[in-house]
């Protein structure tokens, strides 16, 4: 089993694909908490050199309040990650974290049917990238 769902996007640069990422999510129902740039830590934190990558936590707030009414220690896999990251060619790739697998080691049929649900968010948001 994956554990992610993916694109890679054409004529787009870095910056265009984190705004249109960030929009698809928008129309999909989650906001943007957290924006890690990795790129920018590691050459803070280390001082070494690294392709654009960003990590985008996502977060759907009505189904992050059922998972949470569900099973309290849910938390630990909130957000939900998509990254957009830059590779030697150029292209841009977003990644999105499968729910489903992510949550597979909880035993709790509601969560079960919750995460189904954010999935199809995800995938649509990745689906709907150009």
Request: proline share 2%; hydrophobic share 40%.
């Amino acid at each position: 089993m994956s554990y992610y769902f993916n694109k890679t996007l054409k004529g787009k640069s870095f910056e265009e694909a984190i705004e249109l990422v960030i929009n698809e999510l928008k129309n999909e129902g989650f906001g943007v908490l957290t924006e890690i740039d990795v790129k920018a830590t590691l050459k803070k934190k280390l001082d070494v050199d690294f392709k654009k990558y960003v990590i985008l936590g996502a977060c759907n707030p009505h189904f992050a309040h059922q998972a949470l009414l569900n099973e309290d220690k849910i938390g630990v896999f909130l957000p939900c990650n998509v990254i957009v990251e830059e590779h030697v060619n150029g292209e841009i790739e977003v990644s999105a974290v499968d729910p489903i697998a992510s949550m597979h080691a909880v035993s709790n049929n509601k969560l079960a049917e919750i995460s189904g649900e954010v999935q199809s968010k995800l995938k649509r948001v990745i689906d709907n990238l150009r």
